[in-house]
């Protein structure tokens, strides 16, 4: 028995050994290809005249959308109209004594317990 299933390890070993050796042929190739596609790609980005690149891959290539113009009068003033008056707050009196909260606040810790 000892022999059989040895004999069988090595057999399902060898079936292991090639399947992975073709995933990995296979997995190399799709990774070539992918490569020459993105290598395309970006042959053809260039060749179309593509706007300016980022250098910066995090950050979006800024652009200007269209149908906004900007305003050749404009002097660069404040954006927003601004607010209109409210009513004035009453001045405080300096003569007058601070008032006084006649509850005390409680205390957010509970008593501690005896010893």
């Known amino acids: 028995m000892d ?3 040895a004999r069988v390890d090595a057999i399902l070993e060898n079936r292991w050994q090639t399947a992975e050796s073709e995933r990995l042929v296979r997995r190399t190739e799709k990774m070539e290809d992918d490569a020459m596609a993105g290598a395309k790609a970006d042959e053809k980005a260039k060749k179309a005249g593509a706007p300016e690149e980022n250098s910066d891959d995090f950050a979006p290539i800024p652009f200007l959308p269209e149908g906004i113009e900007p305003d050749p009068n404009d002097k660069g003033g404040q954006p927003f109209l601004p607010l209109p008056e409210g009513p ?3 001045e405080p009196d300096p003569n007058a004594p601070p ?4 509850e005390p606040v409680p205390t957010p810790f509970a008593p501690l317990p005896p010893l």
């Open 3 to 5: 022999s059989y299933n």
């Open 88 to 90: 004035a707050l009453p």
């Open 99 to 102: 008032e006084v909260d006649p």
